[in-house]
């Protein structure tokens, strides 16, 4: 069990527990106790043999260590079976409503005694809630609106998560001599912003008959797995218990390319794509191109698409978007990659709500190969994080110009080689304000290399009022590009609504960049939106807004987006060096 899926229980608990009326000094411990577990730096699993470590931890104490123990090696904890008894499991569902605490559900539940999501619809719909002390007609539709989000993405998991249970399957299989290709297919390959299950791969030679059983028993034992859904000769199936499920299918070496074009998706690519098979009398599926009983294509992708008359088409573009028309015609656009970005633009330090010095965070950059970042700090309406006032501001300014004075000068990275220059730009996030100003003096502006405007706060502005703030904040000529311009933080919080078209093209006027952020809880613009940007000309500069080393990291989720974009490495202004980045922001 890893620290996070501990504590995702721990919390659980606590709701329940919440929801049952029970000791509020003992819920808040298990609540400190999963804080202290998420954050603790080691796997927790791997020091239960050395139980006084775990009670170093803070907010952890005997009651909570016992918990944990229970936890690691039962696989469950009594008190939340029991709690989730007494209510169903229904109620985990419901915790995870936005507009519901475990307050209000012990009401519904104490007068109701409803406990699943479907049963509070019902009462909202029929005006029930709203009878409910404390509550009334608009916590009411908050309800319904939260049930209608969370129908949307139940199930779903970001891109990080599953990515990371990806790999940690692939390399649980590794164990196994006969598999000599293991490829993650589905959403995760096409790099999709949230993914419902992990598709796998496997291939051999020699995986066939018992070798095959043999390995499918591997995988359902693999660390991690609640329950085996399924295991057969073309595929097995288990959900994680993180709820995440993972399919593994078997193919043979002569149809690899067909079962990974085929479980690629997505869907739509492969009805259009067998449409064109079909027109030349032919067959497609996810065992070949095949004209009657021959195999025209089957043990590569590029085959099969070059049957078809095709260029092997990038997977985050086989969405049906245009893709097969491009390729047809040759003129795919050169993807960004990673390896095409030259400085990270977004990120924050101990000034505000970052984790680290801006000296560790042009270290770590140094050492992934930048050749300039931005600091930008949060400004002092985000009061939350730390935001920097004028005064604050002017200080924090000067300390990044005395550490780009040091490291443009060159530095040996930490991972070795020659010394190389680095430059630190200054710069903010400054909050854009519900009337539209920004929230720091021009003045002070007017000293910043990188001033990225977002929304942080009132989200719930109507659409044409959402519009004039933001074409507000354009027309301030120090905003220089737009963060995360739509605030949502996926599977939690929906996009703000507005023109962007509007937007778009003041942006277009003014010369002002929009961001993709990388942050895979954000990936804010989404795909849809940051092709607009290609097709209107507007620039786009992909941003990590790292708060401590680590995030750096999360760069390549950015570029994904990107590609699903299809934006190509010049319209990226962070692919340019240094100066040439600077000279092509808004200019003063
Ligand atoms: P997800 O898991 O919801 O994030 O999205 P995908 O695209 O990974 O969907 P999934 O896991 O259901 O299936 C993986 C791919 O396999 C999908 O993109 C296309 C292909 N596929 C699966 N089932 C069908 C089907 O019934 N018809 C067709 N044409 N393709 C399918
Ligand atoms: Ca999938
Ligand atoms: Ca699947
Ligand atoms: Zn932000």
Redesign the pocket.
């Known amino acids: 069990m890893t620290n996070r899926e501990i504590a995702r229980r721990l919390r659980e608990t606590a709701d329940l527990m919440e929801i049952a009326g029970e000791d509020p000094f003992r819920i808040r411990s298990y609540r400190r106790g999963a804080d202290a577990v998420d954050q603790c730096p080691q796997a927790i699993s791997g020091l239960i043999v050395e139980p006084k470590k775990i009670l170093e931890l803070p907010g952890i104490g005997k009651g909570l260590l016992a918990a944990i123990q229970e936890l690691l090696t039962q696989g469950k904890l009594e008190l939340r079976e029991q709690l989730l008894q007494r209510y169903r499991p229904g109620m985990l569902e419901l915790l995870q409503i936005s507009g519901l605490g475990p307050k209000t559900i012990a009401l519904i539940f104490e007068r109701f005694q409803a406990s699943s999501v479907d049963e509070v619809e019902k009462l909202a719909r029929a005006g029930q809630l709203r009878t409910l002390p404390r509550m009334g007609e608009q916590s009411e539709a908050k309800i319904l609106q939260g049930i209608e989000v969370w129908r949307k993405v139940s199930g779903r998991f970001l891109l990080n998560q599953a990515e990371a249970a990806a790999e940690a399957a692939k390399e649980w299989m590794l164990g196994i001599a006969e598999i000599s290709s293991l490829t993650i297919a589905g959403s995760l390959r096409r790099g999709m912003e949230t993914i419902g299950d992990v598709d796998l791969l496997a291939c051999g030679e020699k995986l066939q008959g018992a070798a095959r059983e043999a390995a499918g028993e591997h995988f359902v034992a693999m660390p991690g797995v609640e329950q085996v859904l399924g295991q057969g000769a073309e595929k097995a199936s288990v959900r994680l218990h993180t709820g995440l499920q993972i399919d593994l299918r078997w193919l043979t070496p002569e149809s690899l390319g067909a079962g990974l074009q085929y479980f690629t998706g997505s869907q739509a690519h492969n009805i259009a794509l067998r449409g064109r098979a079909v027109q030349r009398g032919w067959k497609l599926n996810e065992y070949g191109l095949m004209q009657d009983e021959h195999i025209i294509a089957g043990e590569t992708e590029a085959a099969i698409y070059q049957a078809l008359g095709l260029e092997w088409i990038p997977p985050e573009l086989r969405e049906n978007s245009g893709e097969l028309e491009a390729a047809e015609q040759g003129k795919l656009p050169r993807l960004v990659e990673v390896a095409d970005l030259r400085g990270d633009v977004h990120m924050h330090t101990v000034a505000s709500d970052g984790k680290s010095s801006i000296e560790e965070m042009a270290d770590a950059a140094l050492a992934r190969g930048c050749e300039y970042i931005a600091i930008t700090e ?1 400004s002092q309406a985000l009061a939350m994080a730390r935001g920097l006032d004028a005064a604050r501001a002017r200080k924090h300014i000067q300390l990044i110009r005395d550490a780009d004075a040091i490291y443009r000068q060159g530095r040996k990275p930490s991972t070795g080689g020659p010394e190389r220059p680095l430059r630190i730009f200054t710069g903010l ?1 400054v909050d854009i304000l519900a009337d539209g100003r920004l929230d720091m003096d021009n003045d002070v502006l007017a000293e910043m290399d990188v001033v990225i405007g ?1 929304l ?1 706060s009132k989200f719930d502005l109507p659409p044409a009022a959402m519009t004039r703030r933001i074409l507000r904040a354009i027309e301030n000529p120090h905003l220089r590009i737009l ?2 311009l739509t605030a949502r933080r996926l599977l939690r919080r929906a996009a703000v609504e507005f023109d962007f078209e509007a937007v778009l093209a003041a942006c277009a006027r003014a010369g002002v960049a929009l961001e993709i ?1 990388a942050s895979p809880e954000r990936l804010d613009l989404n795909d849809r939106l940051a092709r607009r940007c290609g097709q209107a000309g507007v620039p786009v500069v992909i941003s990590t ?1 790292a708060h401590q080393p680590r995030h750096f990291e999360h760069m390549r989720y950015g570029v994904l987006l990107a590609r699903r974009a299809w934006l190509e490495p010049a319209q990226v202004l962070n692919t340019r060096g240094p100066d040439a980045f600077l000279a092509a922001l808004r200019p003063r």
């Open positions: 949060h996030e977002s942080h963060g995360h952020n807004d």
